[in-house]
């Protein structure tokens, strides 16, 4: 039995941490944090997460120009030697308000599928996340987890890798951001609208699936659909937005064929009238059950409608007398 070799192979990566203390690999860390000059660092290309200056940008410049930036922001370096700001944008932007000209950064060796990876994990932790941000943050990662696993970046190719276990790329990126990989379909769907459609998608004034169904549209008819959104001040609704698709889809969808869609009625549309109940209560006797108020109130406008018709039928007789 001497001359058998062990089943137990040391990961090489490891040694390191094996024959080092957590002192020294603490410092090994900290020799990666720098100040970098704003100027030398570039916002990852095609950023899908806005940097706004509202309220919150505010206080987070307040907070730099008292603290510092207290987390490093993370950046990868380029072959130009200048620097790629994967997490940390809002920091960024909080110095250039503040008057600060350097950004304390932590350098890693990533490549770029590995750093968009990260960069969309990171602003996950995001309080507020707008449809359009996920759209295109989901496409970039599924996209760069397709690359990773050396498949093909076509949005409708799912194919399987073997080091995923039989998952598609959708199913797992769905289960890393808490999401069905319909829901992830969905969402990159969004990336196809014109940016008209899609600033109503964030808005909230355009739901989902209707938002989906808008997005098999091309630019021309969608436009036709925004024309239309102006004029009636109204948006499609799910049912208007599938008829739409499959006019589309027959090639039968022109901006009067939108236009007559558009101008449908329906029914969340429709005016409403509303009754203030503590005003309308006090003028039905206290015998009436709450249950038979709207009976009550049709009667009594029936009533009333009779007595101005005799009114006026009256009024009229008079006039000819």
Known sequence: M??????????????????????????????????????????????????RDDEDMIQLVESVKERGVITPATVRQKEDGRYELISGHRRK????????????????????????VLMVESNYQRSQILPSEKAFAYKMRLEAMKRQAGRPSK????????????????????????????????????????????????????????????SYLDEDSQRAVVDEIDLNQCT???????????????????????????????????EKIVLRGDKVRSLIPKNIPVSQTEDYVVKALEHY???????????LSLIHI
Request: net charge negative; aromatic share 6%.
């Open 236 to 270: 499609p609704s799910h049912d208007q937005t599938i008829r739409m698709r499959k006019f589309f889809t027959e090639g039968k969808l022109t901006p009067e064929v939108v236009s007559a869609i558009m101008s449908e009625e329906k029914p969340n549309q429709r």
């Open 2 to 51: 001497a001359g058998r070799k062990s089943d137990f192979t040391l990961p090489t990566n490891t040694l390191d941490e094996l024959f080092s203390t957590q002192e020294e690999r603490d410092d090994a860390k900290l020799s990666k944090i720098r100040d970098i000059p704003l100027e030398l660092i570039d916002d990852f290309p095609d950023h899908p997460f806005k940097v």
């Open 93 to 116: 932007r909080a110095c250039e308000l503040a008057g600060i000209e350097a950004l304390r950064c932590e350098v890693v060796d990533l490549d770029r599928d590995a750093a968009t």
């Open 305 to 315: 409608s009779r007595f101005l018709r005799q009114r006026a039928e009256r009024d």
């Open 155 to 214: 949005e409708n190719s799912v194919p399987v890798a073997q080091n995923y276990e039989g998952k598609t790329s959708r199913e797992l990126l769905g289960e890393q951001v808490g999401e069905s990989q319909d829901q992830v379909r969905r969402y990159i769907r969004l990336t196809y609208l014109v940016p008209e459609l899609l600033d109503l998608v964030d808005e909230g004034k355009i739901k989902m699936r209707p938002a989906v169904e808008l």
